[in-house]
């Protein structure tokens, strides 16, 4: 709270502190992802380019993923409702399974 407090410009309102607490989670979190996901902090650190270049390939990497993610998940999800669609029952599909008409 106290860096929130101290850093703000003076016109900042308590809404625009509360999003900037809220995106900090949200950064953290991804952070985090890419670390576990594409070995963001598996560097040896010898030079500055070295550095720079590791950082920029395991994000580019992690942004790669989690669009292909989001993609596939679209995908399944498109399917779960055609094969729901698909097994909705009507009078007629009983009817018919059944030979009565």
């Known amino acids: 709270m106290a860096f929130y407090i101290a850093f703000a410009p003076d016109t900042a309102t308590l809404k625009k502190m ?5 995106s ?3 950064i953290e979190e991804c952070f985090e992802m890419a670390k576990g996901e594409v070995g963001l902090d598996h560097y040896e650190v010898r030079s500055w380019v ?3 270049r ?3 390939l395991a994000l580019f990497a992690l942004s790669f993923l989690t669009k292909l993610r989001y993609q596939l998940n679209q ?3 498109k399917l779960q409702e ?3 669609r698909r ?7 009983f009817l ?4 009565l008409v």
């Open 18 to 22: 509360a999003c900037a607490a809220g």
């Open 24 to 26: 900090r989670w949200t």
């Open 50 to 52: 070295g550095w720079y």
């Open 54 to 56: 590791h950082m920029t």
């Open 75 to 77: 995908t399944e999800l």
């Open 82 to 84: 055609k094969k729901v």
């Open 87 to 93: 097994r909705k029952p009507t009078l007629k599909r």
């Open 96 to 99: 018919q399974s059944r030979g």
